[in-house]
């Protein structure tokens, strides 16, 4: 009878403070639960509450502890904690040994690190960010961000108004800003399914034939060339370009990058270099500071027409947004990034360099089928952040684009090729936000005068348009148009 005196006088009270603490900070334990030390799978819950009662010095209110599991989780998401090396990598025991020891001594330090960082981060104190050497950074942890926003997003709503928000402020030291919409491709939207790429190259030999078999048979090879990673678009000043637009921040390759929305909606604060009357280049290597949000937080009816996502039933896919699924909103004005005192500036940044030529009937319109069933999408992949670089590809291509249309000419005696658009050059008459300088556009290269008297002379007069000959058309298969016409080819595809 004792023991239960004791118990309901001492025990009892005690266990129901334990499990007012407990539900007290659950939302804070389960977010580290699954997000970080997800991978701990025996002592996670252990981790996450020890890590939760270093908090109680930042605050002692639900949400202040709430704020600091966020802040210790994108933390390690974008400077993840050392690898423990595998022994059955190393052919000798003393290497494994040796590699051991650097591992627990860069544990050390990312511990310590990442306790400063918090530190600094919960005081908010001014200028603490969470700083990233590149964009990549950001990018390769794309997957994992995703997972933190959808594990805040499924409970917490009390505490957590803003779930697909980053709560830190980050800053990218390296990153290369473009005014380009990415477009989804093939192996992207199928998680890199070849079988569907090569039922996409099927999907694209379909359709009339009209004695043409050889020439849809290249027309298929350049679109789903083209296609499978996915090109970017230029943006463009026509009215499907009214709203805000989204731009592209990546490092290495286009397809490498995130959406930057800007505090304005519009890419005049991107800094791009103005020489000689236009831009000779399409990316610029950039300082961003922003906050990362998941691109359902933007609303597609405040894009621009051309941005504005859909999926093949016409429903709003905010997962296409472009460049993925996270958003970088800028919060500072966007700076060019230095370099060392002498050293030469990185200024690499691949991308397609394309151009669209469509096929058509002797009177030059294409035949009444899809738009991606008519294009000749020709292109090279190269660095577009130099100048000199990015120009001698444009030549690269115009040649290319030269010997095909030559002896498609010779071959089809029918048949009418005319310009479209470019990576440069929007194709319905208005011009890109950021045109490259008078003479030195794909298609000003491309239709030089030389060109048009050889091809005068060969007898091929009038078979080459620089546009197609109603403005319905122009509209139809100009660069804003891109992003519909993939999702056609796409939806196609998906039903292959």
């Not at 849809?216 to 350049?222: G, I, S, Y």
């Not at 280049?281 to 950039?286: E, F, G, M, P, Q």
């Not at 008078?438 to 007898?459: D, I, P």
């Amino acid at each position: 009878m004792e023991f239960v005196n004791s118990f309901f006088q001492i025990g009892l009270p005690v266990i129901a403070g334990l499990l007012f603490v407990f539900l007290y900070v659950r939302p804070a334990i389960r977010l580290l639960n699954r997000t970080v030390h997800r991978r701990f799978r025996v002592s996670r819950v252990l981790r996450a509450t020890a890590a939760v009662i270093g908090f109680f010095g930042f605050g002692l209110t639900r949400k202040e502890l709430y704020r600091a599991a966020c802040m210790r989780a994108e933390s390690e998401l974008l400077h993840p904690r050392p690898t423990k090396p595998d022994k059955y990598e190393y052919r000798h025991r003393s290497e494994y040994r040796a590699a051991l020891r650097g591992f627990r001594a860069d544990q050390r330090a990312w511990h310590a690190r990442t306790r400063a960082q918090l530190g600094e981060l919960m005081k908010g104190a001014s200028g603490a960010l969470i700083t990233v050497p590149t964009c990549f950074d950001i990018a390769r942890a794309e997957a994992d961000i995703v997972r933190y926003f959808r594990v805040r997003k499924a409970g917490n709503s009390l505490i957590d108004p803003a779930p697909e928000v980053f709560q830190s402020t980050i800053r990218v030291e390296e990153g290369f800003v473009a005014p380009l919409h990415l477009l989804s491709g093939l192996l992207s939207r199928f998680d890199e399914d070849w079988v569907k790429s090569i039922d996409g190259y099927g999907q694209v030999m379909l359709g009339a034939d009209n004695g043409l078999e050889d020439l849809r048979a290249f027309q298929a090879n350049l679109f789903t060339c083209w296609a499978s990673w996915g090109p970017s678009a230029p943006f463009g000043t026509c009215d499907r370009w009214v709203g805000q637009k989204l731009a592209q921040f990546g490092y290495g390759d286009e397809n490498n990058s995130i959406t930057l929305a800007t505090p304005s909606g519009e890419a005049r604060e991107i800094p791009m270099r103005k020489v000689r009357g236009g831009y000779t280049t399409l990316a610029v290597r950039s300082v961003v500071i922003g906050v990362l949000k998941n691109a359902t937080t933007i609303d597609p009816e405040d894009l621009c027409a051309a941005q504005q996502p859909q999926n093949s039933h016409g429903d709003e896919d905010h997962a296409s947004l472009g460049q993925g699924e996270l958003v970088l909103e800028v919060t500072k004005q966007i700076q060019q990034a230095g370099g060392p005192v002498g050293a030469r500036p990185r200024r690499y940044y691949s991308a397609y360099i394309w151009a669209i030529l469509v096929v058509g009937g002797p009177n030059g319109s294409p035949q009444p089928l899809e738009q991606w069933r008519n294009m000749l999408t020709f292109f090279e992949h190269g660095n577009v952040a130099d100048e000199v670089t990015y120009s001698m590809l444009k030549c690269q291509l115009v040649t290319k684009i030269r010997a095909s249309v030559e002896t498609i000419l010779a071959a089809k005696p029918n048949v009418t090729l005319s310009f479209a658009c470019a990576i440069d050059e929007c194709g319905c008459g208005k011009p890109v936000e950021f045109a490259p300088p008078h003479g030195e556009s794909v298609k000003e290269m491309l239709f030089n005068e030389e060109w048009l008297e050889s091809l005068k002379a060969r007898g091929f007069a009038g078979r080459v348009r620089q546009a197609l000959p109603t403005v319905l058309e122009r509209e139809d298969y100009a660069a804003c148009k891109l992003p519909e016409v993939l999702t056609s080819y796409l939806s196609q595809v998906a039903k292959a």
